[in-house]
C-alpha cells in the first residue's frame, strides 16, 4: 500500500488542497492538457447508448471494484458509460491498470482526473449530456483513515461537495446515485441494521464522512432539486477486488504461509461481516439508477420536489470472520496460520447485518449469493489473475 502523504507540515503545504493518496495522474491539469478532438471522440464514443431509452451515465470510481464491474454491467445491456478516475496509489496500480484494460476492451473509456477538479468536469458535463451520475469514487477502508485522515476529507468531502456543484448547474441535471456505506450504523446494537436506524455513532473517519456525505446529500436535494439515492454496501467482495480489505489479503498471507490476525471482541465473541457478493451489488445499483426519478432544478435553482433515498444493500446473513478463514482455507486447500487478537479500536465495529426489505420492496433487490459461493468465484478469479500477472513480470 502506498505511503501516505499527510505528515508534511511545511506551510507551502498548509495553503495546499487537502492532502490526497498519491495519485499517478496530476489532478490539477489545466483544461488545454485534457487533450483536443481525439479525447473528445473517446468521450462521446464511450457515452454514446445502443438506443434512445438508454442512459448516459457517467461512473465515478471507474478504475474501482465496484466501478468496474457497475460499469461493465450498464455497458453490456447498451447504457452509454463514461468512467472517471484518479487512479491513486492506495492500492496496487497495476489493478487498477488492468480494470481499465478490461473496460477499454467492451468500449468504456476511463478519463483521468480527480473528483476535485471542477474545470474538467464542467468540461465533460459540456462535452455529454448524462442522464445519471453513478458516484463510487471516494477514499475507502475503515482502519487507512488512521494513517491518512486528508485522503478522506479531499475524496469523500471536497470530492463529493465538487461534484453535486457542478451536477447542480448542469442542463439538464443528472439523477445521482451513490455509495455510502455500511459503516455509518456505527456502534449501533440493534440488528438487523435498518435505514430508519441511528446513524450519529460513527466507529472511523471513514464512516463520519460517508455519513457526512448522506447528509450533505440531503442538503444538495433540498435546495437544488437534485435527485438523489444512497446506497449503503456491506463489505462487498468478489473478483477484481480491493487487496486492502480481509478476503483478498487473508487469501495472500494464507497461500504465502504468512500468519493473519483474526478479530474477536473483548469477550472472545466472534466479529462479524454482512459480506455481500459484487454481482449482487451490481444488480442494486442498477435498479437504483432504472428507478431514479429525474432531479427537478434548472439554472441551479429547484424548480419542484425531488426524489430523495437511501437503502441498505447487503447480504442479510452475516458471518463470523472466523468462518471466512475457514471457507478460505477449504477453497485454497491451505490450512491458515491464525493468530486471534481482540479487535483494536481502529476503526472496525463488531458486527454488521443489513435489513433488506427497503430495498426489496422498492428496488426489487434480492442477493443470491452465499459466501461459500462467491468465494469461489473470487478464488478461481484470484489465480488465474496472478498467474497471468507472474507470466507478465517473468516476460520482462
Ligand atoms: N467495497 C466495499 O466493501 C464497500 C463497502 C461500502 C461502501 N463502499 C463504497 O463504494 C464505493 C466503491 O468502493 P470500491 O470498493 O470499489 O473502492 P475502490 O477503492 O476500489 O474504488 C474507488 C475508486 O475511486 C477512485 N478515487 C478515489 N478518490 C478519487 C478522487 N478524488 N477522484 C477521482 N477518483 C477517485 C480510486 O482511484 C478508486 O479507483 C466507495 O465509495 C466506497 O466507499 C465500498
Ligand atoms: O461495508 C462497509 O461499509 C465497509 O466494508 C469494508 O470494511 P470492513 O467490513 O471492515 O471490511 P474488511 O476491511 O475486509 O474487514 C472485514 C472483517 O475482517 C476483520 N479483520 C480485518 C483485518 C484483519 O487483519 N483481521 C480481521 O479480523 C474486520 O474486523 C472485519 O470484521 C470496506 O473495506 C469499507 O470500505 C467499508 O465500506
Known sequence: MAAPTG???????????????????????????????????HVTRSARRRSDSGMTVLVTGAAGFVGTHVSMALKRRGDGVLGLDNFNLYYEPTLKRNRQKELQKNGVFIVEGDLNDKSLLHKLFDVVAFTHVMHLAAQAGVRYAMQNPSS???????????LLEVC?????????????SSSVYGLNSKVPFSEKDRTDQPASLYAATKKAGEEIAHTY????????????????????????MAYFFFTRDILKGKVIKIYETADHGSVARDF????????GCLAALDTAKKSTGSGGKKKG???????????????????LVNILEKLLKVKAKRLVLPMPRNGD?????ANISLAHRELGYRPTTDLETGLKKFVKWYFKYYKEEKKKINAW
Open 152 to 162: 478522506y476529507i479531499h475524496s469523500n468531502i471536497a470530492g463529493l461537495v465538487n
Open 305 to 323: 420536489p425531488a426524489q430523495f433515498r437511501i437503502f441498505n444493500l447487503g447480504n442479510t446473513a452475516p458471518v463470523p470472520v472466523s468462518e
Open 276 to 283: 455481500t457478493y459484487i454481482d449482487d451489488v451490481v444488480k
Open 7 to 41: 505528515s508534511a507540515t511545511s506551510l507551502a503545504r498548509l495553503d495546499a488542497a487537502p492532502t490526497q493518496v498519491p495519485s499517478a495522474s496530476n489532478p490539477r491539469r489545466s483544461l488545454g492538457s485534457y487533450g483536443g478532438s481525439d479525447w473528445e471522440r
Open 349 to 353: 465495529v463488531k458486527f454488521t447485518h
Open 168 to 180: 447542480k448547474s448542469a442542463n439538464p441535471q443528472p439523477s445521482i446515485v451513490w455509495a455510502s
Open 221 to 244: 436535494n433540498h435546495i437544488y432539486g437534485l435527485s438523489i439515492t444512497g446506497l449503503r454496501f456491506f463489505t462487498v467482495y468478489g473478483p477484481w477486488g480491493r487487496p486492502d
